[in-house]
């Protein structure tokens, strides 16, 4: 017997080629993002209607957890997938069970569709479309990921603990194709891509920054609860979008950077002295 996951994973398959093949209104996949996950059940916060419509190729959702991200992300790699026929999508994240979630969360959002024409194809970590798009979920190893080629969308999630290692294999994927990059997360640390990009990427990259106090699913109560229950600096980075020094860190990025001195000449070692 399949399993309950793989039962979703076909009826959101099954949902998505409806969206391909249905000529009714039910069926129409709207152009719009915004349109299409209202279409999904879904009543966008402001923020997210910006990142559904924009086209920038640099994205950086710095959010909050549980302020939709994810969510918003799925929505737009399947939109994608849907409207613009033969593209590649990829999610990426720490752990294939990071990974399987973020897919999931399209899965959950398709069947909403309702009606039921199978795709091409299915697995526990991908779905091939009739029009040719294809959505591969990936776990977070540099040697997984390699062999992909002209990427179309390409999704980052929790970013801020991939290894930079695995982003930098990733990137490559987009030269040919010119290819859009998402990356979202709460911050982890002063370190990484993810905190380089926020901090020193410059006009590269369109940021957002989501605070839990900005999320009106999120109560204040609970907040607070939250706030008397944790390490100040954990809730800085869970629920205000901070990036902080984490406990791990013998020297602090603020220690290391600080002992930099730009005046003082690099020690070279002559060959002979080796």
């Known amino acids: ?18 969206g391909l093949a249905g000529e009714d209104e039910a069926g129409r996949v709207p152009e719009d993002p915004v349109q299409f996950a209202r279409k999904l059940g879904m009543v966008p916060d402001e923020w997210q209607e910006r990142a559904l419509r924009s086209d920038h190729p640099r994205m950086l959702l710095n959010c909050s957890r549980q302020s ?14 849907l ?16 990974a399987k979630e973020t897919f999931n969360e399209a899965a959950r959002a398709y069947t909403r569709l309702g009606e039921a024409v199978p ?3 299915y697995r526990k970590l991908g779905v091939e479309l009739r029009n040719g798009s294809r ?15 002209a990427v179309d969308l390409l999704v980052v999630d929790e970013a801020a603990r991939v290894d930079d290692e695995l982003y930098f294999a990733v990137r490559p994927m987009l030269a040919v194709s010119g290819g859009r990059l998402m990356m979202l997360s709460t911050p982890y640390g002063k ?26 699913r999120i109560s204040e109560e ?50 002979e002295a080796w």
């Open 68 to 81: 939709g991200k994810s969510r918003i992300a799925a929505t737009i790699a399947a939109h994608r997938a």
């Open 191 to 216: 370190r990484g891509a993810f905190y380089e990009g926020w901090e020193n990427g410059g006009d590269e990259w369109e940021r957002y920054e989501i605070p839990a106090s900005q999320c009106p």
């Open 222 to 271: 609970f907040l607070e609860q939250e706030r008397r229950q944790m390490p100040e600096w954990v809730f800085a980075q869970e629920y205000c979008c901070e990036f902080r020094e984490v406990d791990d860190q013998v020297f602090t990025w603020d220690m290391v950077y600080g002992a930099v001195d730009v005046g003082v000449e690099p020690l070279v070692f002559a060959q």
């Open 135 to 149: 959505i591969e979920a990936l776990p977070g190893s540099e040697r997984t990921v390699r062999g992909f080629a």
């Open 119 to 121: 795709a091409d194809s």
């Open 83 to 98: 409207v613009s026929p033969n593209s590649l999508v990829l999610i990426i994240a720490p752990s294939e069970r990071q």
């Open 1 to 18: 017997m399949a399993s309950s996951s793989a039962k979703e994973i076909r009826r959101f398959t099954q949902a998505l080629a409806a």
